[in-house]
């Protein structure tokens, strides 16, 4: 789970898995539920050769900038990266699409964003509590099943999205299921002291890792080229 209060760089966060997992040789699909996936994809084309992702939608490029940008589009055109803004509202659509791009050897992660967007129709009558905690649950099952990581992004729940002193938040806060925090290996939140400045002081929380330590890592953000990198703190 990588989870952080709204506008904190969850989407950026996952592209940077997502992509590097692509450029590393991994079938990756990436499930967006908001954004359409063109606009993804020109974040995902300015942050390789760190171009500004509105200086590609607009074409304010001079020459090299151009040819940077077409080494890296051709560089992403031979991964196995693929994007689909279509399938993920629904966890029975999500659960098909899964099953087959894995049926067929074309699958090795996904990366859902975000998990609060999607719906379980064929419960009948549950709450969005109970909705939640079946897709956690059901994503759970698929990546054993499957054999397959999957990556969920998701919102803090709005007492830690209102928290006026900007505390860090916690893996408790995670929105409308505990199930998220149970059923999760890995619990990443995102931690941005001011989040009205693009380039400030950001924070990633390891706050769950059934296999190892937890720990606090500061990164570098650039959400004008939609990269995050960093080292350990501590």
Known sequence: IVGARPSCGKT??????????ALAGAKVLYVSTEMKAARLLAKVTSRLPGLSSQAIVRGNLNE???DALGFQVERMAKTAFLVNDRVG??????????WRLRSQGRLDLVVLDYIQQVSYPSLKAGSRYEEVTKISGGLQDLAK???????ALAQINREGAKNKTNDPPNKSQLKESGALEQDADN????????????RGKTTLILDKNRDGSQGWFDVDVDFSLNRISGRARH
């Not at 592209?15 to 997992?21: M, S």
């Not at 509202?89 to 899964?98: H, N, S, V, Y």
């Not at 619990?187 to 693009?198: G, T, W, Y």
Request: aromatic residues 4%; without cysteine; glycine residues 4%.
């Open 12 to 21: 950026t966060l996952g592209l940077v898995f997502g992509v590097n997992a």
């Open 64 to 66: 090299p900038q151009i």
């Open 89 to 98: 509202r629904t966890f029975e659509a999500l659960e098909a699409e899964i």
């Open 145 to 151: 099943r499957l054999d397959i990581h999957i990556i």
């Open 187 to 198: 619990i990443i939140l995102i931690h941005r002291e001011n989040e009205m400045d693009p």
